[in-house]
């Protein structure tokens, strides 16, 4: 069953840019507060917890949208699409760089025993260690199911950011989902959900 | 529509957790990214956008603007003098007579008795 989650309404996000366009500043901390908490969320665990970086992907991302605001066509795309395209691309620009890439061609299943993550309340828990499972899978898995399941964006959103098709977008979801279970399932007593 | 696969039920409380937990955006990041929207727009129009207005001018420009603002001094100005000044008009009609004309009896005519006891 899909997973779905609110939303803010992608018409608004596109007027607000527009009226950006136009010189209308507000529109930017408008657009700031409905974006930024998001992408900043997804860089940082594409980034596998690295939040300085996620930050400095986040802002570059805005930036880009920002340079972009006049020339925006109104239905030409989702701007929270467009960004979270730049910023998964920035991301894996970073990863690439500093040798913490994990290609698709090396993952391997995962390994049992891995560490728990740790901390005091149980859902904290569940999200430190969802978030320690994701930062083991290759980068485009853990991508696909970052927008699909925490983000609750459609398959074919996820394929126009990741610029592949809804095909490939379900397979690298099941993928990184057989993973990211066998990583947690040696923790199912500890976090209480077995 | 998918399966529902045994992955789904396993992941689906981490999924919620993390949901859950909403992303904030650090005061500084936030005022980051506001001063490149801002360099963008000056750097697009060759000018810097208008800094907010303080409390006065919104007031100002609430009352309808600075040709309001003279009006609304004007009137001010007219009404202290209308209130100020000495009604001579009136005096030549006899209309401005003083305390001193009038009696007690004139004003409270019950209490005369009582004010001349003592």
């Known amino acids: 069953m899909p997973v779905t989650m609110q939303m803010p309404p992608s018409d608004s996000d596109a007027a607000l840019l527009v009226a950006f366009g136009n010189g209308d500043l507000s529109a930017a901390r408008l657009l700031t507060a409905r974006l930024g908490p998001r992408v900043l969320g997804f860089a940082t665990r594409m980034l596998r917890g690295d939040r300085a970086e996620a930050e400095d992907v986040t802002q570059e991302a805005m930036l880009r949208l920002w340079k972009i605001a006049p020339d925006w066509q109104q239905g030409q795309a989702q701007v929270s699409t467009w960004v979270f395209r730049v910023a998964a691309n920035l991301c894996l620009d970073r990863l690439r760089r500093s040798g913490r890439s994990v290609p698709l061609d090396d993952a391997e299943e995962p390994q049992d025993g891995r560490p728990a993550v740790l901390a005091a309340m149980l859902a904290r828990e569940r999200a430190a260690a969802l978030d320690a499972a994701l930062a083991q899978l290759p980068d485009r898995q853990r991508q696909a199911v970052v927008l699909r399941h925490i983000e609750g964006m459609g398959n074919p959103e996820i394929a126009e950011v990741m610029d592949i098709s809804t095909e490939a977008v379900e397979s690298l979801t099941a993928r990184g989902k057989r993973a990211l279970a066998a990583i947690l399932a040696a923790q199912r007593e500890e976090l209480g959900y077995g | ?118």
Do not use: C, H, K, N
């Open chain 2, 1 to 118: 529509m998918a399966e529902r696969s045994d992955d789904d039920d396993t992941l689906a409380v981490f999924f919620d957790a993390a949901r859950d937990r909403p992303g904030d955006l650090p005061d500084d990041l936030s005022a980051r990214i506001l001063a490149d929207a801002t360099a963008v727009l000056s750097a697009r129009t060759g000018r810097a956008p208008a800094p907010p207005r303080g409390w006065l001018a919104a007031l100002g420009a609430a009352l309808g603007g600075w040709p309001s603002l003279a009006g609304l001094a004007t009137a001010a100005v007219a009404g202290v003098w209308i209130g100020a000044a000495q009604p001579v008009a009136l005096e030549a009609f006899g209309l401005t007579a003083g305390p001193a004309a009038y009696e007690l009896e004139d004003l409270m005519p019950a209490f005369d008795d009582l004010a001349s006891e003592g």
